[in-house]
């Protein structure tokens, strides 16, 4: 019984220590990306809704300095181009012209989906991609999933009250960081589960 007990806890602590280790690689990188690389060459932009303004914001912004098409996925199915120019502090003619918004997505699997969907329409593969540093590499994940021939450039936008890195210094960012990763494994492992093996 004692070996049992013994072995049960080895086996536990090195969970423990590799999941400590596997989220301290994803804090660093939602960190990474709260400072983006100058934006290079792409035909469009796509914008990921969610609890902050300032995704729509900044992607309407990076869309009209580069003259880009731009997707903003997951708007309320109630949201007029009126509401979205309100938002972002632009003239309503700037987003009839230039924005699509999208209103098939409910979950981050659904915003790869309607990106992907929206891209080949329109033939675009080269995209610029806008959400939440902490969202960002999970968004990546289910966009390349949709859309494994896209080329996707991460633009991310610090929505948390600290830093990705400071995150033990703010309960909600360390609430948010650790939820997003649990969904982050969550979706790798549904893809894993959903992928035929190949023979």
């Excluded at 994803?26 to 300032?54: C, K, N, Q, W």
């Amino acid at each position: 019984m004692r070996f049992v007990l013994r072995v049960f806890v080895i086996v536990l602590a090195a969970a423990l220590l590799l999941a400590g280790w596997d989220f301290s690689r994803f804090v660093a990188r939602a960190d990474r990306a709260v400072s983006p690389d100058p934006p290079i060459e792409a035909e469009a932009v796509a914008s990921l809704t969610g609890a902050s303004d300032a995704r729509i914001i900044s992607a309407v912004q990076l869309a009209d300095s580069l003259d880009l098409p731009l997707l903003i996925s997951g708007v309320n199915v109630d949201a007029t181009p009126a509401d979205i120019a309100r938002v972002a502090k632009v003239d309503v003619g700037q987003i009839d012209c230039c924005v699509t918004l999208g209103k098939a997505a409910a979950s981050t699997e659904g915003n790869g989906d309607e990106v992907a969907d929206w891209a080949r329409r329109n033939k675009v593969e080269r995209i610029i991609v806008v959400t939440s540093e902490y969202h960002m590499e999970r968004a990546l994940f289910e966009l390349k999933r949709a859309m494994p021939e896209g080329h996707f450039f991460p633009h991310a936008v610090m929505t948390t009250k600290v830093r990705p890195s400071d995150w033990y210094r703010d309960t909600s960012t360390a609430k948010t960081l650790i939820e997003e990763w649990i969904k982050y494994r969550l979706a790798g492992l549904r893809t894993a589960a959903l992928t035929p093996e190949k023979t």
